[in-house]
């Protein structure tokens, strides 16, 4: 299975950016994807999360009413939806899959993409 995100670039304070992660590469039997977030020298951290069957979602209370991630099943596609930036929002964003469960921990996930680069500047 391989995960390609894209969508990242530079925008300025306030703007909004789309996020998208495609799936391929084989039977995709993953229960749980979500958005991981890291700067340089920093942990990755918990963005948001999705429940790809039931279509159920978590956020980091950093993003919560901000952000907001979908999937569409038929093209099995992972979105994160992105309003209201900030220069704190600044990171490589990365899509995630686990065939197991939700978790906010990034050892716990299978399959990782390439990471997308979001720059929140004036």
Do not use: H
């Not at 998208?20 to 229960?31: E, I, L, M, R, Y």
């Not at 749980?32 to 963005?47: D, L």
């Not at 979908?70 to 930036?85: A, G, I, N, V």
């Not at 964003?93 to 680069?117: H, R, V």
């Amino acid at each position: 299975v391989q995960l390609q995100a894209s969508g990242g670039g530079l925008v300025q304070p306030g703007d909004s950016l789309r996020l998208s992660c495609a799936v391929s590469g084989g039977t995709f039997s993953s229960n749980f994807m979500a958005w991981f977030r890291q700067a340089p020298g920093k942990e990755r951290e918990f963005v948001a999360g999705i429940w790809w069957g039931i279509g159920s979602t978590s956020y980091a209370d950093s993003v919560k009413g901000r952000f907001t991630i979908s999937r569409d099943y038929t093209k099995s596609t992972l979105y994160l939806q992105m309003s209201s930036l900030t220069p704190e929002d600044t990171d490589v964003y990365y899509c995630a899959a686990s065939t197991a469960a939700y978790s906010i921990w990034p050892w716990q996930y299978d399959y990782w993409g390439q990471g997308t680069q979001v720059t929140v500047s004036s």
